[in-house]
């Protein structure tokens, strides 16, 4: 199914998000973590991609078996470190495997700074070639309510975002944040622009301090003084820190849910306790998709 079919439906959508081994031998850890996450009914669940493409042929693997347990799927793709010829190859490999859902993205940039002669700049070049080699795909983009951390101003980001767009993206899915006025401020700067495509609203459950200090280096997001007294007060006990992480995770979706957002995207990497936990805290308010 295609998942901008799907956010057509007059109802809540919560997807969630799961990243693939690094190694064979990890596989089957990855895979039963999915499997346990698709029992959750998301609307839908996408499968990251190593900026290098070391882990390609995994994502094309969990996407396909997310599919497999009736769950639309969506592979993320990359394209900065990659020839022509390797996306090409991907993007066949992705159609061949039957998934619909494409969600195109630049990468960030190679430590070295080596890039392949003739590749990719940014993800909107990726765009057109998805549309080019597999035209009835759905494909998403990335963009991020803060600004991309490689961008002069929020202005620019948008006009940029918005060539993405108008290249062929279906839907957007945000960067974490961890103070919903930033999600409201960039929904409302995206449609004065004119970009009016489906905005996921994407909520990361930050359960540990080291996450945290992760997410932040890796995402540049402000964390508020809420969050971060809270991390300053459970971060050193495991078992309160992950409850707390839950339940702001959970306050932020009521939150969204409250002010009209209906399409959020779950960061829930390879959790599924952790999806559930914060699913029990929605009971009543979202119901599984059938
Ligand atoms: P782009 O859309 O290309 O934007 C990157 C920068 O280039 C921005 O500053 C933008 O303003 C600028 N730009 C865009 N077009 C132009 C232009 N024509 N001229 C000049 N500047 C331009 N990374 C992974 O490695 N694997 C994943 O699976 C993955 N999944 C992600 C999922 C989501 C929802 C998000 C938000 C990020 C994800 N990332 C992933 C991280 C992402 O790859 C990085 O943030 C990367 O640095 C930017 O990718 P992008 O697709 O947003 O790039």
């Known amino acids: 199914m295609k998942i901008i079919d799907r956010l057509k439906e007059d109802r809540i959508h919560l997807s969630m998000e799961v990243f693939p081994p690094k190694t064979e031998t990890k596989f089957e ?52 470190s990659s020839t022509r010829e390797t996306i090409a190859h991907q993007i066949e490999s992705i159609k061949g495997a039957g998934i619909e859902n494409i969600l195109a993205l630049r990468g960030d940039l190679p430590a070295d700074g080596k890039l392949p002669e003739d590749g990719y700049k940014h993800a909107t070049d990726l765009v057109y070639d998805i549309k080019r080699l597999y035209p009835e795909a759905c494909i998403g983009g990335a963009c991020y309510p803060e600004k991309h951390p490689d961008a002069g101003t929020k202005e620019e980001d948008i006009r940029f975002l918005k060539e993405k767009v108008e290249a062929g993206c279906d839907f957007l899915t945000t960067q974490m944040f961890f103070d919903n006025s930033v999600y409201y401020n960039f929904l409302y700067r995206l449609r004065v622009q004119g970009v009016n495509v489906p905005v996921l609203a994407g909520i990361m459950p930050i359960t540990t301090k080291q996450q945290m200090r992760r997410s932040v280096e890796l995402s540049g997001c402000i964390i508020p003084a809420r969050f971060k007294a809270i991390v300053d007060m459970f971060g050193d006990s495991p078992e309160a820190m992950k409850q707390a992480g839950i339940v702001y995770a959970s306050e932020q979706i009521i939150d969204l849910l409250a002010n009209g957002i209906k399409n959020i995207h779950l960061y ?22 059938e």
């Not at 996450?37 to 499968?47: D, G, V």
């Not at 829930?268 to 998709?289: C, F, R, S």
Request: proline share 5%; net charge negative.
């Open 29 to 80: 850890a990855v895979e039963a973590a999915v499997k346990e996450i698709t029992k959750l009914h998301p609307a839908f669940m996408s499968c990251t991609y190593g900026a290098g493409g070391g882990t390609s042929q995994y994502t094309v693997d969990i996407s396909k078996e997310i599919m497999e347990c009736g769950v639309p799927s969506m592979a993320h793709l990359t394209c900065i």
């Open 268 to 289: 829930t990497m390879n959790k599924p306790d952790i999806a559930q936990a914060i699913l029990d805290n929605l009971k009543g308010i979202w119901t599984p998709e």
